[in-house]
């Protein structure tokens, strides 16, 4: 061989990372076709993954935030709902604990799963953004409505794993130890009670696919999402420490137990224990793992959220208050819109009671009152930017039911 056909192959022969040659190092370990890495690049990338992991775990070495306090940033944005905020801030409290646990202790906490229900607009889902906040692991939010079971169109479980991971930048240890919410998970339901002869790809067959991702279970995660295939390097992913809290609705299920609660009594002179003039909170207050069976939700998959929490729907009162409280209420953020036009906007108690009505009329929760101040505001903000300096808006009940326009009043010079 002659010596330019030498220093060709001593030049291909050596590491891609530090560039050395297969002579200045004790070992060369070759890849894909002529791609090479030497030991001590291999001892420099090990060093830095074990870095990674104490510092992960070091990271929940510090105090541990006390239900009380996860709970009161928690009041800072929704209003009422005061035993599901109790119930996720203790979930997430010992969370926290599981992660800063002696693994060599006899004792071995395990995670408890938990299951948001309640109606549309009650809070379920500001609660787990507002979660993602105010903690310091990994978070993801996840729509069960997408998902469906492997090998169908649709988005596989594993994805939800995969935002959790970009939201760790990758770190698979600090992924490990996040925290998923899955709304909607009442749309995962069985169809009927019965088997049926065709696959429920979008119902049962995805409750099954969470099975095990709820508990202890090595998950394969595409890192580039999508299907699955052979050929594609997947990442490993332990979900022992990941707490899922799972939300959705479930309508329909008050009939179901007003149908249990209301066959407690038998014999002529017993009084039945009916709950027809209860109200709907009241009602799902009441609700048992058996009624979620029932409504579609199979034995595995209930077994595994350990703690069911009920939100109550919103009274006129509740609507009113997360229309001022909130550090997000609608209120506040119309004043600040207005204020950065130097104009004042105001609303009177009838006024907010008004909107609260309407609100109450569409049946959507906080959800509907974006929405009505955006039917009764949208003339005055399309107009705000060129009269609206130094004026005042003083929003009437007969401005919110369309019966007048908002008219600006010049703010005196001592305003």
Excluded: W
């Amino acid at each position: 061989m002659d010596k330019k056909s030498r220093d060709k192959k001593e030049k291909a022969m050596s590491c891609s990372f530090c560039g050395r040659n297969y002579n200045a190092v004790k070992r060369l370990i070759q890849g894909d076709r002529s791609v090479y890495i030497c030991n001590e690049c291999v001892e420099a990338c090990y060093t830095l993954i074990q870095k990674d992991r104490t510092d992960s775990t070091k990271h929940f070495s510090k105090k541990i935030p006390t239900p009380a306090s996860i709970k009161k940033h928690l009041d800072e944005y929704v209003v009422g709902q005061e035993r599901a905020k109790k119930v996720l801030a203790v979930a997430v409290h010992n969370h926290y604990k599981r992660l800063v646990s002696d693994v060599s202790d006899d004792v071995e906490l395990e995670k408890s799963n938990v299951l948001l229900i309640g109606p549309t607009g009650s809070g379920k889902t500001l609660l787990a953004r507002v979660l993602a906040k105010i903690i310091d692991v990994p978070f993801a939010i996840a729509d069960a409505t997408t998902f469906t079971e492997a090998g169908y169109v649709g988005e596989d479980v594993e994805n939800v794993l995969l935002r959790l991971l970009r939201n760790a930048d990758f770190n698979v240890t600090r992924a490990q130890q996040g925290i998923v919410y899955i709304d909607e998970v009442d749309k995962i339901s069985r169809k009927g009670p019965n088997a049926s002869i065709t696959r429920d790809v979008s119902g049962e067959g995805v409750q099954q696919a969470l099975l095990k991702m709820f508990e202890h279970s090595i998950v394969n995660v595409p890192p580039q999402g999508g299907r699955k295939h052979p050929e594609q390097q997947y990442i490993q992913i332990d979900t022992k420490d990941i707490l899922f809290i799972c939300g959705g609705t479930f309508g329909g299920v008050e009939s179901i137990i007003r149908k249990r609660v209301g066959k407690k009594a038998i014999g002529f002179d017993a009084k039945a224990d009916f709950v027809d003039d209860k109200s709907a909170g009241e009602i799902m207050s009441k609700i048992k793992i058996d009624d979620l069976i029932e409504y579609g939700l199979i034995h595995e998959f209930v077994g595994r959220l350990h703690v069911i929490a009920t939100l109550m729907p919103l009274d006129q009162d509740d609507l009113i208050k997360i229309m001022l409280e909130p550090k997000n209420a609608t209120v506040k953020q119309y004043q600040k819109i207005f204020e950065m036009e130097n104009a004042i906007l105001e609303f009177s108690r009838e006024t907010l009671i008004e909107i609260s009505k309407k609100a109450l009329e569409r049946k959507t929760g906080a959800r509907a009152l974006r929405s009505i101040f955006e039917d009764f505001m949208l003339d005055v903000m399309y107009d705000l930017p060129t009269s609206g300096k130094r004026s005042i808006y003083t929003v009437t009940p007969e401005v919110v039911n369309g019966k007048s326009r908002l008219i600006p009043q010049k703010l005196r010079k001592s305003a």
